[in-house]
C-alpha cells in the first residue's frame, strides 16, 4: 500500500513559481504513473498533468500547457510539478495520485493512490 505525501504549496503572487513535491512511500513508484488534479472551491476536481514510466509519456491539461512541467525522480521516489507564471485561477487544492503504469493518465479514475492535497493561492 503507498501512502503519497505532498508538500511545496503556499502562497505566492500572479506571475510567481511555486515547485510541489509528492513522495510516494512504500509499494513500487517506479512501476507507477503519476498525476497532479486540482480542485477549486465550486469546481470538480480537474486534471491538471501527468507522467508515466518516462518522459515520452507526458500529458498536459491546456490550461497550463508551457507553464507547468511535471517530472519524477525514481531514486527519491518523487513526483514533482513546476508551476511558473502563475494566475489567479490556478488557486486550488493541489492533489497528487498514483496509478499502473505505463503510460499517462487523464482521468482520476484510472488513479489508485491519492495524496492528502496542497493548498496552493495565487494573488493578482
Known amino acids: 500500500q503507498a501512502q503519497l505525501v505532498e508538500s511545496g504549496g503556499g502562497a505566492v503572487q500572479a506571475g510567481g513559481s511555486l515547485k510541489l513535491s509528492c513522495e510516494v512511500k512504500g509499494g513500487t513508484f517506479y512501476t507507477y504513473t503519476m498525476g497532479w488534479f486540482r480542485r477549486s472551491p465550486g469546481k470538480e476536481r480537474e486534471f491538471v498533468a501527468s507522467i508515466g514510466w518516462t518522459t515520452s509519456w507526458l500529458k498536459y491539461a491546456d490550461s497550463v500547457k508551457g507553464r507547468f512541467t511535471i517530472s519524477r525522480d525514481n531514486n527519491k521516489s518523487t513526483s514533482y510539478l513546476t508551476m511558473t507564471n502563475l494566475k489567479a485561477e490556478d488557486s486550488a487544492i493541489y492533489y497528487c495520485?498514483?496509478?499502473?503504469?505505463?503510460?499517462?493518465?487523464?482521468?482520476?479514475?484510472?488513479?489508485?493512490?491519492w495524496g492528502q492535497g496542497t493548498q496552493v493561492t495565487v494573488s493578482s
Open positions: 495520485a498514483g496509478g499502473a503504469g505505463p503510460a499517462a493518465r487523464l482521468t482520476a479514475g484510472e488513479y489508485v493512490y
